[in-house]
């Protein structure tokens, strides 16, 4: 039986605290499950937003998405993650990451080693945090005991197989690093994430949830026009540009159907949309709930 949707959206734009909290509070009225926060200099910082999160909203859990590893000596992020599980009752999820801005590094004053180091210092972070909240003396102390779900995003194979091993979520991004940017994987290059992740994950007693970020979301009649706006970014052509997943395109039906078909395709069952399309999600979520 395929496991049920869960709904998450990455609030990136920053506003003052009656806004933030009513925005989060309207996240929650249009079926939100997780409110989520970047970590991204520019954008707000993660703990103290979804402290303010937790006053506005009663159900949704909130989580981080996702820390960038080097921005976090393991001792202090213990501290946050048990003190906003704590102050929320327990409705946190924590989803951790290698970073990958190089710009955000060198502002802040921190080398930005190649790939494999950065992997290095996220696999050490995600082994020091578990070890510190697992001690029964650590204060403050987390509802959810030894710590709160954790989620680890990303592509390449070191990642996947970290995940595997210790992430209850395990996040895609859809896209990969090339010389000239960010590009969007393909369905197919996606499908080939996911089958190294199920290799990884063998063995495990349980399968972690999955996890799809949709970089866009529009519904609308005319799936061709709206695509063929995108397209000046992308090197795609329109029909390749339609059938990448991290694009939610057409009337809520079809959008609701294609993230059915992707749900049974990839496993992808816990999706996040970015803030600026919230409210546009919002008819999905009701077209997909229990579905």
């Given at each position: 039986?395929a496991?049920?949707f869960?709904?998450?959206v990455?609030?990136?734009?920053?506003?003052?605290?009656?806004?933030?909290?009513?925005?989060?509070g309207r996240?929650?009225e249009?079926?939100?499950?997780?409110?989520?926060?970047?970590d991204?200099?520019?954008m707000?910082a993660?703990?103290?937003?979804?402290?303010?999160?937790?006053?506005?909203?009663?159900?949704?859990?909130?989580?981080?998405?996702?820390?960038n590893?080097?921005?976090w000596?393991?001792?202090?992020?213990?501290?946050?993650?048990?003190?906003?599980?704590?102050?929320?009752g327990?409705r946190?999820?924590?989803?951790?990451?290698?970073?990958?801005v190089?710009?955000?590094h060198?502002?802040?004053?921190?080398?930005?080693p190649?790939?494999?180091?950065?992997?290095?210092?996220?696999?050490?972070?995600?082994?020091e945090?578990?070890?510190?909240?697992?001690?029964?003396?650590?204060?403050?102390?987390?509802?959810q005991y030894?710590m709160?779900?954790?989620?680890?995003?990303?592509?390449?194979?070191?990642?996947?197989?970290?995940?595997?091993?210790?992430a209850?979520?395990?996040?895609?991004?859809?896209?990969?690093?090339?010389?000239?940017?960010?590009?969007?994987?393909?369905?197919?290059?996606?499908?080939?994430r996911v089958?190294?992740?199920?290799?990884f994950?063998?063995?495990?007693?349980?399968?972690?949830?999955?996890?799809?970020l949709?970089?866009?979301?529009?519904?609308?009649?005319?799936?061709?026009?709206?695509?063929?706006?995108?397209?000046s970014?992308?090197?795609?052509?329109?029909?390749?540009?339609?059938?990448?997943?991290?694009?939610?395109?057409?009337?809520?039906r079809?959008?609701?159907?294609?993230?059915?078909?992707?749900?049974?395709?990839?496993?992808?069952?816990?999706?996040t949309?970015?803030?600026?399309?919230?409210?546009?999600?919002?008819?999905?979520?009701?077209?997909?709930?229990?579905?």
């Amino acid at each position: 039986m395929a496991r049920p949707f869960r709904f998450g959206v990455n609030m990136t734009t920053a506003c003052g605290g009656a806004e933030w909290r009513e925005r989060c509070g309207r996240a929650e009225e249009l079926g939100y499950d997780v409110i989520l926060v970047p970590d991204h200099l520019g954008m707000v910082a993660p703990f103290p937003a979804l402290a303010a999160a937790a006053e506005a909203t009663e159900r949704a859990r909130l989580g981080t998405f996702v820390l960038n590893a080097a921005f976090w000596n393991p001792a202090l992020l213990a501290r946050e993650i048990a003190t906003v599980d704590a102050l929320s009752g327990g409705r946190l999820e924590l989803g951790l990451g290698a970073g990958y801005v190089r710009e955000e590094h060198e502002r802040a004053g921190l080398a930005f080693p190649p790939p494999g180091a950065r992997v290095d210092l996220l696999g050490r972070t995600v082994a020091e945090v578990d070890r510190l909240l697992g001690d029964a003396a650590h204060v403050p102390r987390p509802v959810q005991y030894p710590m709160p779900p954790l989620l680890i995003g990303g592509n390449g194979d070191r990642v996947l197989r970290l995940a595997a091993e210790r992430a209850a979520i395990t996040a895609f991004t859809g896209a990969r690093h090339t010389a000239e940017g960010l590009r969007a994987l393909t369905a197919d290059e996606l499908a080939e994430r996911v089958a190294a992740y199920r290799g990884f994950e063998s063995g495990r007693p349980a399968p972690a949830e999955l996890n799809l970020l949709l970089q866009v979301v529009a519904v609308t009649r005319d799936r061709r026009a709206a695509v063929r706006e995108l397209l000046s970014g992308m090197r795609l052509g329109e029909d390749e540009a339609l059938e990448l997943p991290l694009l939610a395109v057409g009337t809520v039906r079809q959008i609701a159907d294609q993230l059915r078909a992707q749900r049974e395709r990839y496993g992808f069952t816990y999706l996040t949309v970015l803030d600026p399309y919230m409210e546009t999600f919002g008819p999905v979520i009701e077209e997909l709930r229990g579905g």
